[in-house]
């Protein structure tokens, strides 16, 4: 079952184990998506606080 996190700096943080991070656009909001070896985190945001956490993931970026 994939895990929701709320917290920014934590998914920052999960990114260093995750193989890739797939991004969904939708209107108003955009998810991300961890895929690490044993879990699938997500998170919800804004599209403005999005792109900050972009940059500073340390995983493969997709677009779905």
Excluded: G, H, N
């Amino acid at each position: 079952m994939p895990k929701e996190i709320v917290d920014m700096e934590k998914f920052v943080e999960l990114s260093q184990d995750a193989s890739y991070c797939a991004i969904k656009r939708l209107p108003r909001t955009v998810k991300l998506k961890l895929r690490t070896p044993r879990t699938l985190y997500t998170l919800k945001t804004d599209p403005a606080k999005a792109e900050e956490i972009i940059k500073k993931l340390s995983c493969e970026i997709r677009e779905i």
